[in-house]
């Protein structure tokens, strides 16, 4: 295994020496969640919610959104990395206390939680509510923590940091197969690029990165435009366009009162914008001969 100058671009001996078992030349993995729902073939999941809990009410209401909806998989997410250290009371993440709620879901509704974990210390009491762990951008180099987590066994999505290359995010992906974790998840979900439009963007959904990384990786693809954009009213177009560019599954924020939500509140959109959505993935889902679920 030689080491090559610097550089983002993916080579033959990468695939073979530098994450041969997330590389292309294995066969195309299909991850089985459920009886009814799998990633990488012809179905596309949508995880939908809010970015965060909140609180019981909000979270019930939101599964049934999903259950209107015909879909099976919630944002669930307990434990926040928020860019700035305060906390006040309109910007909190739920934390531990977020535990019981994740318990009342599983009572009440047939929904599967994806929930992003931050310190593997939390990894015991999560796993007995989460059915998918999420790592987020910011923890996409961690690579204790996603070996930690890829021991449970269960299916997990990795987001890439914003200033990762395709390459890194595969990088991150063979430290979770390593541990013969083979139920990984890449999710894109914009990066840091300067561009003009909107100071309000914060981040440019790397659309090229879907076909590339399909291209390079036997691993399934999805997309978060909600994160990418930061902006509500462009989650339709990209989540549209990433369909049609190939993701296989989709990362939808959506909350009762988007404009007061707890974190990142002009990104979420609300229900009815939701459900009109999901409509639209589903027509355009036809033509590709793909199936929303
Ligand atoms: C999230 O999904 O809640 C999140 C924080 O996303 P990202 O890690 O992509 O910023
Ligand atoms: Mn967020």
Redesign the pocket.
Known sequence: MDNKFPGKDITKEDLKDKFPLSSSLNKKKIIQISKDITFGNNQVPIISGP??IENKDLIFKCCEVLEKNNLKLL?G?IY??LTFPYRSKKYFELGDEGLKILEQIKKNFDVLIVS?VMESSKLELMNKFVDIF?I????MQNFPLISETAKLKKPMII?RH?GCSIRDLLGASEYALIEKNDKIIL?E??ISAPHTHKSTSRFMLDIQAIPALKDNSCLPIIS?PS?ACFWHEWVEPLSLGSLAAGAEGL?IEFHPDPRNAA?DPLQAINFDEFGNLVKKLRDVAKVLRKEIV
């Not at 987020?136 to 923890?139: K, L, V």
Request: proline share 5%; net charge positive.
């Open positions: 970015n965060g944002r997410q926040k990395p992003e999420q987020g951008a910011r923890n987001k914003f999710c979900r914009g978060d994160h990362m974190v």
